[in-house]
């Protein structure tokens, strides 16, 4: 076994390891419940900005005689999807660890009774304390910029700290938890019930010490942070500020294009790993930028601008394939992904060409979507093109993804250069492949 052989089998058994991990397993599971959540938001904010997507002379005025009047409406259930965000992404992934651990652990754990203590713990967390005259009281303000009442700020939006800029938050608070739930199982910490009480019953009573000890751990670290001026949610936003920041930078936004597609190289599913950790981040920044806000890294800006045709930007490589490739495998390739490629899927290239572990198209796989990603980038970073207030179903075909993701029709020419930018890169590495490969078909046909 050669250098380059260990390192690909280190570097996949790392990797693997790490996916598979049940933190991991979980947030994953978090990043998919709140899909549908979002695009029903999505619908909703759409009929919002209907005259923004459509600004056509004397749209406005028919839109505030008709459908305008029902904004508030709509501005509810936007509220009651987007703005519920961190319970629905954190809730699941709660309830996905606890499930991972009873499953694999072999304990008496209930992964409903975790889900519950968590959405305990993390209302714990919600109302803004303060330590006044020897006692904890709610915080109280009329600012019109920052109303809070009871300890709960609110907005247009709703409850703030329940939306997407909580779910970090509610992450980690989902995490100990779990945690704190475990440990209570496994010494024994619970009341248990005769075998003759209704389940129902039973495991109401088994969450009842263990839902003690959360309420009673988050309470405590909330409290102590309160003596210093600040909450468990303050603390834990300045991470994820932080991170976030990086992320919507140009550089930042590059190097998770890149670590997408060097994953992927190795056969590892990138993009569903390395999206489990940023979707906190763009579900945020997307809820921030209907706010008024100018994040570029919202969203889903990948699929809109970047990842044109799937993992690698190959729209543009699999038309290609079609018409103009002459090598019989790639063209029988070509046909089979063409379809698929609309929607922004491209296994079939990634394991027909293959992509995978092949060093010829490693730098057109790996480039080409940092070539779009740039563009992109530079295209709404500099309000080319409007900002990312949508998240688009993944598999939106191109152009409908960049107008429906921006609501505006620059979005769908952006997204039409990025792919044609991304194949430019393709081209002179898919046509000496094809050459290569035409060449071996013809020798192999010369010897039979």
């Keep these: 076994m050669n250098n380059s052989d260990t390192f690909k089998e280190k570097m996949t058994n790392m990797v693997g390891k790490f996916s598979g991990s049940r933190f991991v397993r979980a947030i994953m ?27 056509i002379p004397g749209f406005s005025g ?11 409406l709509f501005q509810v259930v936007y509220n009651s999807t987007m703005g519920i965000l961190a319970l ?35 209302f714990i967390t919600v109302p803004q304390l303060v330590w006044q005259n020897s006692t904890v009281q709610f915080v109280q303000t009329l600012d019109k910029a920052n109303i809070i009442g009871g300890g709960y700020a609110v907005s247009a939006s709703g409850v703030t700290r329940i939306g997407a ?23 024994n910490w619970s009341i248990k019930m005769p075998a003759s009480v209704p389940a129902g019953v039973s495991n109401s009573f088994s969450a009842l010490i263990p839902g003690f000890c959360v309420a009673f751990v988050i309470a405590i670290l909330n409290l102590l ?39 992927w190289w190795f056969g590892i599913h990138g993009a569903t790993i390395v999206s489990s950790f940023y979707t ?7 809820a921030a930028n209907v706010k008024g806000a100018n994040h570029f890294f919202a969203g889903d800006p990948l699929n809109a601008f970047v990842l044109l045709g799937g993992s690698g930007a190959t729209l543009g490589v699999a038309i290609w394939l079609v018409t103009r490739s002459q090598s019989v495998q790639l063209r029988e390739i070509g046909k089979a992904e063409i379809v698929p490629a609309i929607f922004n899927i491209n296994e079939p290239l990634i394991f027909g060409l293959p992509i995978v572990y092949n060093v010829k198209l490693f730098i057109p796989f790996v480039f080409a979507p940092l070539v779009s990603g740039g563009i992109g980038y530079f295209a709404i970073s500099s309000n080319f093109v409007h ?22 029709w620059q979005g769908a020419i952006l997204a039409f250069i990025c792919a044609a930018a991304a194949f430019v890169v393709w081209y002179p590495f898919i046509r000496y492949y094809d050459r290569s490969l035409l060449k071996q078909e013809q020798e192999a046909a010369a010897k039979e």
Excluded: C
């Excluded at 009873?102 to 993390?122: T, W």
């Excluded at 995490?175 to 209570?184: A, K, M």
């Excluded at 949610?233 to 994820?240: G, M, N, R, S, T």
């Design 88 to 122: 629905i992404f954190a809730g699941t992934f709660t309830y996905s660890y606890t499930k991972i651990y009873q499953e694999e652990e072999h304990l008496n754990l209930n992964p409903l009774n975790g889900l519950l203590m968590f959405l305990m713990a993390m």
């Design 280 to 286: 906190p981040i763009v579900l945020a920044n997307m």
């Design 165 to 187: 800029v909580g779910i970090f938050t509610g992450l980690v608070v989902g995490w100990l938890t779990v945690q704190i739930y475990r440990f209570t199982i496994k010494h």
């Design 387 to 408: 900002k990312i207030i949508i998240q688009q179903p993944w598999p939106t075909p191109i152009g409908l993804g960049g107008f429906t993701a921006t609501t505006s």
């Design 29 to 55: 599971e978090a990043g998919y419940s709140v899909i549908a959540f979002s695009i029903i938001g999505a619908i909703f904010l759409i009929l919002q900005v209907l005259p923004q997507a459509f600004p």
């Design 62 to 72: 028919l839109y505030a005689d008709t459908l305008g009047r029902f904004n508030g």
């Design 225 to 263: 942070l309160v003596f210093v001026k600040t909450d468990i949610f303050k603390v834990l936003y300045i991470p994820f500020s932080f991170v976030s920041n990086i992320a919507d930078s140009w550089w930042g936004f590059l190097i998770i294009i890149f670590l997408i597609h060097f994953l």
